[in-house]
């Protein structure tokens, strides 16, 4: 352990409470006893090496994965044993490390997707009556959110047809229709330039400071970790090994060796 | 106390020495289904067909007296591995990276096409038979006793049963042998165990795969010729072990060999246990009947449902395929505005046309035609539903409309229900029934769960729709159609029955519409591009998985219904499950995804089995044949043919309209460029013709009061169209021959012109002899210089039909551009249509009937638009070489007059 400061379990007040969170996969344990919390509106970073199991935790989280112990607090109640989109409803964003967009769907189509998910307005009856076009509402808002992603040229493109870059700003799109509390954000930069990582950047920043939303964001790009995130959290073989502001967390020698490589 | 009493142990050791046998065949196909299913990606429902083919060809030459280990040695060493390799080069080689419904549904295409081959090539219709034992065979009748049976103790083995465990026992140490130590079987193992490694390690798995097709398809031959001493040889005795076999392979979650193996013993020991016991406790009759032929279903929907490795395997479970490639885009969404605008104006004009035609025009045979394709049309809009929009693959749609059919049978006519509510209640039903199975069919994903519902449409079929009080015994159900329907001074009863079944049709699939593009639709395609990712926006996959199985379930249960009341009776023999396989194969291939693809698919197969029960007097069940290879056109064209056709229609269009701007904007002040020619222009004379043709007969029609026009009439309102046609290719084939340098193209038309009108010259000369008409007769009744004449233009005409366009496209290619204007495919339709002509008039000369002169009249007219089309095709391409290359990517952005935001820049700009 560095000598940062201890993580702090059941904090009051926090939007995302994880205690003990244990994952184990035929033989390995990818989560030992993990604490993580969240603050509303706060940006937080989670990084380690490849394999240390951040994805994992990020699954758990969501409930895509059931950990074998620990509880997941969220929003003032013990959503542990939620199915995904119950807890998706409750204010959980997020977006994959391997893309997760619909194919053959256009990018505009996305976003309201998300939108009535999350109303939850849609029904096949409205559907059968023929009455499920979308309404003015949900068209502002999904122009309201090609404009702010600046995906307006992409709209009707199907989405296996973008780039990686545009890309990932449709799945961020698309979580934020949904308009999360916590958005967890999984690598979003990997596989983007410098510019297009710097591009992104911007934009999350942007939406964030206007939304207040809180973010989880799971980064390698040291660059923009520095820049975007408060405080971090940093994993190795499933164990947190530091957590704390982040320069003080970065100066960390433990976190040097198990993140960077090196102790120079 | 029924269920205390336990069977003494004697029995038990009898039902294993009798069960162990069956099993050993089970397994020996699962291992074939694992091998083909990992080394290829395919999980090839054929086997049992192959099997089948196998126990055919061993009959059949056992019959003509050959010695039994030629037979042996033909059937199953040379024709069963021949025939998988035959299927790996021919089909699904070309299918490796396809997504698993592409090589589903053409394994399908097999599954119901193999058997009517066989059965229309080797065995007869009549499809049972008894199969030699292959007990002589391998010596082991001389080692049975005296009566010919095995004795162990006091239990009776039987020679055949032996046999199969001898050999069950020698292939399973030879596979040992081969997977432990050869290098192919080394190879072929590590593919089973992991296809990426190997792909990685470069071992060539093309080869492998090709062997695992040979060694499977040789188990299920042997498999095949060692039952079929068991059962009694027929193809649906082969489905049966067919889905045992899967079962077993489900065992072991379709990817391990012992496992397989081990699970086809379970179950032929536990089958034969489960009759044991029926006996023991004296199990009610219709039970005791019922168990036995159910009970493989039952294990494989057991299998599916229960073992922990299978469930929870939602993702994509194609070994070899990573994601399934997205749909291409809907056909509609290429339209241009003016387009779209144009159809909806016409369509409903165009439905007016359709029912007036329909109801006052055709006679009452074709009502009934079309009222029955209408019918399955609606059953077919279930697929549409469940694999178009639900990206599934059920086939147990024959069991819902079964529910459907005799849910109205039943309360309309024994309950004395009025018909609709009766027709209600079997929607209802049927929805619920749907809405029931996917529950336990929620953690099926893929190929599980697609063989779930094969499991519970067989289980439907022989257990329930036998019963009698299901579907009425021998005699069946009779059912009335609504009184409201009777007919009246306007309409007849046919015709208002008609007019009711297409009100459901359209209502149908307006609805499947509505869904489609409403909030279930979109949730469908989300849950259909990522399960997680749908799920991480909040949608509630289980809720919607259920409302895709009622909705289905609910149409489909519409289209029973429907069908059970055009048909007027049912029984047990209506909805046989193997139509919901045939279904599949057929709304699929023709566009799952669309309202018209569904009743294409629906027109499609009943005028196919019409024409060729009444017209070819052939048996009906050989469309099922060309049905089987329809799916296999599927793997070019995953959306369907109806949508790629649509598609590439509005394609044409879309270039028509660049070609026009560039013309505006390149030569509004300067000459057109050279060999350019308003394609109108060419191809008005041609469709002049028909229009003389369409004029005189309706003239003749009313005037005279008859159908039928004298055959110089219509030589001289065709003739002149064809001669222009003719004398048009010739022209532009010099002109393009100029550029091209492609002489031989020349000596390709004039060879195929002689061999046409050597071929006319004999079908007018030969006299073939007609069984089916008594007495042998001239091929073509007509004079000898019209065969030779319609010869000559006919094989010119095919010839120029791939000519013009090669001639195009290697003139594009040799100027580098990235599109070719027309290309050899284009060439298809046409020579389609001229070998349709030549057929039809070979059986005109039979002597068909008046009604028929206009369907003829009708086909007149589609081969001269497809011959309009192919002109117009050609003379684009021409246009096109002439002004520069049009790029009609599919995706370039449109404006909405339906131009891309920025022309392609001319050839001569760039350079
Ligand atoms: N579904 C799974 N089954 C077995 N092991 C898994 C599974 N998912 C992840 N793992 C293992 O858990 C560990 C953590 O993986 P992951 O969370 O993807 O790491 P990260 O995202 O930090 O790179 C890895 O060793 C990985 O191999
Ligand atoms: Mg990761």
């Known amino acids: ?264 | 106390m029924l269920l205390v009493a336990v069977p003494p142990l004697s029995s038990w050791v009898q039902y294993l020495i009798e069960g162990f046998p069956v099993g050993c065949v089970f397994g020996l196909v699962a291992i074939g289904l694992v091998l083909t299913y990992k080394t290829s990606g395919v999980f090839n429902l054929a086997f049992g067909a192959q099997a089948f083919l196998s126990a055919a060809v061993m009959y059949s030459l056992d019959a003509r007296g050959w010695p039994l280990w030629l037979c042996f040695v033909v059937s199953v060493v040379i024709v069963a591995p021949l025939f998988g390799l035959l299927l790996d080069r021919a089909l699904f080689r070309y299918m490796r990276n396809a997504s698993w419904v592409v090589k589903l549904v053409t394994s399908l295409g097999l599954f119901v096409a193999l058997p009517e081959i066989v059965k229309a090539l080797i065995t007869g219709q009549r499809a049972k038979f008894n199969a030699p034992s292959l007990a002589r065979l391998f010596g082991i009748q001389a080692l049975a006793g005296d009566d010919g049976v095995f004795k162990i103790g006091s239990y009776v083995v039987n020679a055949d049963l032996a046999t199969i465990v001898v050999a069950t026992v020698v292939v399973v140490v030879a596979l040992f042998v081969l997977f432990r130590y050869t290098a192919l079987g080394l190879r072929m193992r590590a593919i089973v165990e992991s296809f990426r490694m190997v792909e990685l390690a470069g071992v060539d798995s093309e080869r492998v795969s090709m062997a695992a097709w040979m060694l499977s398809s040789f188990l299920a031959g042997l498999a095949g010729v060692l039952l079929a001493p068991l059962i009694s040889v027929d193809s649906a005795g082969f489905t049966l072990l067919l889905v045992s076999a899967v079962a077993a392979a489900a065992f072991g979650r379709l990817v391990s060999i012992p496992v397989a193996l081990a699970g086809g013993l379970i179950l032929g020991i536990g089958q034969r246990a489960i009759i044991g016991f029926s006996y023991f406790w004296n199990w009610p009759q219709s039970l005791q009947t019922g168990v036995r032929p159910a009970l493989p279903f039952l294990a494989l929907f057991l299998c599916l449902i229960f073992l922990p490795a299978v469930r929870g395997r939602r993702e994509v479970t194609d070994p070899l395929s990573g994601v399934d490639p997205p749909p291409p885009a809907m056909a509609h969404e290429y339209k241009d505005a003016d387009t779209a605008r144009m159809t909806k104006r016409i369509f409903p004009v165009f439905i007016a046309l359709f029912v007036v035609v329909v109801c006052f025009l055709l006679s009452d045979l074709w009502v009934f035609r079309l009222t029955d394709a209408l019918t399955l049309a609606v059953a077919f809009l279930s697929i549409t539903v469940f694999t178009g929009l639900g990206g599934q693959v059920s086939l147990g749609q024959a069991a819902f409309a079964g529910i459907g059919g005799y849910t109205v049978a039943n309360l309309a006519t024994e309950n004395h229900w009025p018909v609709l509510l009766a027709l209600l209640a079997g929607i209802a039903l049927a929805a619920v029934i749907g809405a029931l199975l996917a529950v336990p069919a929620l953690r099926l994903g893929g190929i599980f769960l697609t063989l779930a519902t094969l499991a519970f449409g067989l289980m439907a079929d022989n257990i329930v729709f036998s019963a009698k009080s299901v579907a009425g015994g021998a005699p069946g159900i009779d059912i009335a159609r609504p009184s409201f329907l009777d007919g009246n001074s306007l309409f007849g009863r046919d015709q208002m029955w008609f007019l009711f079944v297409f009100a459901c049709f359209g209502l149908v699939g307006y609805l499947v519409i509505f869904v489609r593009n409403g909030t279930t639709g979109r949730f469908f395609a989300s849950l259909r591009g990522s399960e997680t990712a749908a799920a991480a926006i909040g949608i509630n996959g289980t809720r919607q998985r259920i409302t895709l199985f009622a909705l289905s379930a609910g149409i489909a249960g519409l289209g029973g219904g429907l069908i059970a009341l055009q048909a007027g009776h049912v029984d047990a023999l209506t909805f046989p499950a193997l139509f919901g396989v045939a279904w599949i194969v057929l709304v699929v291939s023709l566009g799952a995804r669309t309202v018209d693809g569904a009743l294409n698919a629906a027109l499609g197969f009943v005028i196919f089995q019409w024409l060729l029960g009444d017209y070819f007097k052939m048996d009906a069940s050989i469309a099922l044949i060309g049905f089987g290879f329809g799916a296999i056109t599927y793997a070019r064209h995953p959306e369907g043919i109806v949508e790629f056709r649509t598609r590439e229609s509005l394609l044409a269009r879309r270039k028509a309209a660049l070609m026009k701007a560039r013309i505006e904007q390149m030569f509004s002040d300067r000459p057109m460029p050279d060999g350019f020619l308003p394609t109108r222009a060419v191809t008005a004379p041609v469709f002049l013709g028909f229009v003389a043709l369409l004029v005189v007969v309706i003239a003749n029609r009313i005037v005279g009061g008859s159908d039928s026009v004298a055959p110089w009439v219509i030589a001289l309102c065709l003739g002149p169209s064809l001669l222009y046609a003719v004398g048009w290719s010739l022209v532009t084939n010099a002109r393009l021959t100029r550029e091209s340098g492609f002489r031989a193209g020349w000596a390709i038309m004039a060879g195929a012109a002689v061999v046409g009108a050597g071929l006319g010259w004999f079908l007018t000369n030969v006299t073939v002899g007609h069984t089916d008409f008594g007495d042998p007769q001239i091929a073509i009744v007509a004079p000898t210089w019209i065969g030779v004449v319609i010869g000559l233009v006919a094989g010119y005409a095919v010839a120029a039909f791939f000519v013009l366009p090669v001639q195009v496209s290697s003139i594009a290619r040799a100027r580098g551009w990235r599109t070719v204007p027309v290309s050899w495919m284009d060439g298809r339709t046409p020579t389609l249509w001229i070998v349709i002509g030549t057929f039809l008039c070979y059986w005109t000369t039979k002597g068909w009937d008046a009604p028929f002169l206009w369907p003829l009249y009708f086909l007149t007219f589609v081969a001269f638009t497809v011959l309009v089309q192919w002109i117009g095709a050609v003379q684009n391409g021409i246009n096109e070489l002439a002004v520069g290359e049009i790029d009609v990517a599919p995706g370039v952005p449109l404006a909405d007059d339906g131009l891309p935001e920025e022309l392609p820049a001319l050839a001569g700009e760039k350079a």
């Open chain 1, 1 to 264: 352990m560095g000598d940062v400061t201890p993580v702090d379990a059941n904090v009051p007040g926090a939007l995302l409470d994880a205690v003990g969170v244990t994952k184990r996969f035929a033989g390995i344990t990818a989560l030992h006893a993990v604490d993580l919390t969240v603050a509303p509106g706060e940006i937080v970073g989670l990084i380690g090496p490849n394999g240390a199991g951040k994805t994992t935790f990020f699954n758990c989280l969501l409930g895509i994965l059931r950990p074998e112990e620990g509880t997941v607090r969220f929003d003032g109640r013990d959503v542990t044993g939620l199915p995904v989109y119950k807890r998706a409803r409750l204010g959980f964003g997020r977006t994959f490390q391997r893309m997760e967009l619909f194919a053959g769907m256009s990018v505009r189509d996305h976003f309201i997707v998300a939108d009535r998910a999350h109303r939850g307005e849609g029904s096949l009856w409205r559907d059968l009556c023929n009455r499920s076009q979308p309404t003015a509402a949900e068209n502002e808002r999904a122009d309201a959110m090609l404009a702010l992603l600046g995906l307006e040229s992409d709209a009707q493109r199907p989405a296996e047809s973008l780039s990686l870059g545009r890309g990932r700003l449709v799945e961020l799109g698309r979580a934020l229709m949904t308009e999360p509390k916590l958005l967890l954000l999984d690598e979003p930069s990997s596989g983007l330039d410098v510019t297009e990582t710097g591009a992104f950047g911007d934009r999350l920043l942007e939406v964030q400071q206007e939304r207040g939303f809180a973010i989880l964001l799971v980064e390698h790009d040291v660059e923009m970790v520095q820049r975007l995130v408060s405080r971090l959290y940093v994993l190795d073989f499933g164990t947190l090994i530091a957590s704390g502001p982040t320069a003080e967390v970065f100066a960390d020698a433990a976190v040097r060796k198990a993140y960077l490589g090196s102790v120079d």
